[in-house]
């Protein structure tokens, strides 16, 4: 299971270059708008130290990490939800994502260039956040609009049932976005939620804010008054904020691991910006991971928390979940403590869960099934 995340924000923010720091893919960063016009799209590792204590305890043949998926897409401008620059395409694109990485400039630089030609001395990350925001909002109010028109006549003339329930969530999305709001500030039901999720909306994805300042604050970025400003904008609408140095990120991706710790070291860090933000982007998808472990290989899944065993099984393989019987389960703390999984059995701590078992963060199973 991928995380599917898309890069976003002003045109020279640095998307691209955080884009290649996390993939070295080696997308174009140039120094002009719409530099990225077809969006990359780079399968990346998911850091996680246990995966290495389990390959250290069980010493497999291979160890698989899980993975998930960024995608860069093109600068945004003014007017985008009406077709500026490529605006549609952009959309589009923004459509088809799980999640909505957010990045922000948070730096002065006279060199690069802003949206419309304004320089540095025109910083202003709020702004920037609303200007974008404004083009999803929009972006969705015309598509509202257009399902409005569609869906009315119908619950009116024919009192559709299904027709009549999706009028009421028109009804309650037409005025906030209007407002300017987004559709992530509306509480849904349960079966409204599911009309919603029909619906496609750009703003009821989640949103991650990233920071991007110059090299030399990025250990003490609390100071910057714009990632101050940053963070009020973000608490407004309860979404995290992750401070990195997209050019940092990307020189740090060219090393190897001892000069890379060396150059965090220097840059006053304990941890890459890159780990900062699959973290947070983990936590904004609600997702986690479970192990399946044995002498042939380590792997790690993502699973989306909440999820039962026979989805977990599904995971791996359809046939899995189709012919689930049972899960033999253990978590990744008692093996620890216990060094095998005949000690864990030993010590009561092995369990065999069912169908209705939800699946928790750290858990190593091994699936029974019968097709």
Same mark, same amino acid.
């Given at each position: 299971m991928a995380l599917t995340a898309g890069i976003v924000g002003l045109p020279n923010v640095g998307k691209s270059t955080l884009f290649n720091a996390i993939t070295k893919a080696?997308?174009?960063?140039?120094?002009?708008?719409?530099?990225?016009?077809?969006?990359?799209?780079g399968t990346v590792e998911v850091p996680d130290e246990r &995966?290495?204590?389990?390959?250290? &305890?069980?010493?497999? +043949?291979?160890? @698989?990490?899980?993975?998930?998926?960024?995608?860069?897409?093109?600068?945004?401008?003014?007017?985008?939800?009406?077709? *500026?620059?490529?605006? #549609?395409?952009? !959309?589009? #694109?923004?459509? *088809?994502?799980?999640?909505?990485?957010h990045v922000v400039r948070a730096f002065d630089d006279e060199n690069v260039m802003r949206e419309q030609g304004r320089e540095s001395d025109f910083v202003d990350p709020v702004a920037d956040i609303e200007t974008i925001n404004l083009e999803l909002i929009l972006a969705d109010l015309e598509s509202v609009n257009k399902r409005y028109t569609r869906v009315e006549k119908i619950a009116r003339t024919?009192?559709? +049932?299904?027709?009549?329930?999706?009028?009421a969530v028109l009804q309650k999305l037409k005025p906030v976005l209007e407002d300017g709001k987004s559709a992530?500030?509306?509480?849904?039901?349960?079966?409204?939620?599911?009309?919603?999720?029909? &619906?496609? !909306? !750009?703003?009821?994805?989640?949103?991650?804010?990233?920071? #991007?300042?110059?090299e030399d604050k990025v250990a003490d970025p609390d100071k910057l008054?714009?990632?101050?400003? @940053?963070?009020?904008?973000?608490?407004?609408?309860?979404?995290?904020?992750?401070?990195?140095?997209?050019?940092?990120? *990307?020189?740090?991706?060219?090393l190897d691991d001892e000069d890379k710790l060396l150059f965090l070291e220097d840059l006053g860090l304990h941890e890459s910006g890159i780990d900062k933000l699959t973290r947070a982007a983990y936590h904004l998808l609600g997702l986690a991971t479970y192990f399946t472990a044995g002498e042939k290989e380590v792997h790690?899944?993502?699973? +989306?928390?909440?999820?039962?065993?026979?989805?977990?099984?599904?995971?791996?393989?359809?046939?899995? *979940?189709?012919?689930?019987?049972?899960?033999?389960?253990?978590?990744?703390?008692?093996?620890?403590?216990?060094?095998?999984?005949?000690?864990?059995?030993?010590?009561?701590?092995?369990?065999e869960e069912g169908k209705d078992y939800i699946v928790?963060?750290?858990d190593i199973m091994e699936f029974r099934f019968n097709v």
């Open positions: 080696g997308a174009e960063a140039a120094n002009y708008p719409f530099a990225t016009i077809d969006p990359n799209v &995966l290495q204590r389990l390959t250290d &305890l069980i010493r497999p +043949k291979k160890t @698989i990490p899980t993975t998930f998926e960024f995608t860069d897409i093109a600068g945004i401008v003014k007017g985008a939800s009406k077709g *500026e620059g490529l605006g #549609n395409k952009f !959309l589009a #694109n923004i459509r *088809e994502v799980d999640a909505i990485i024919q009192k559709d +049932k299904d027709s009549v329930a999706e009028l992530r500030s509306i509480e849904f039901t349960d079966d409204e939620q599911k009309i919603v999720k029909q &619906l496609f !909306l !750009l703003t009821t994805k989640p949103v991650l804010y990233v920071a #991007n300042v110059d008054t714009y990632v101050q400003d @940053i963070r009020t904008f973000a608490a407004s609408e309860n979404a995290e904020v992750v401070v990195i140095s997209a050019r940092a990120e *990307e020189e740090i991706s060219e790690a899944w993502t699973f +989306k928390r909440g999820i039962k065993a026979p989805q977990a099984a599904g995971i791996i393989h359809s046939d899995f *979940e189709k012919g689930f019987i049972r899960a033999v389960t253990m978590s990744y703390d008692d093996l620890l403590k216990y060094g095998s999984e005949k000690a864990v059995r030993e010590a009561g701590r092995l369990r928790q963060d750290g």
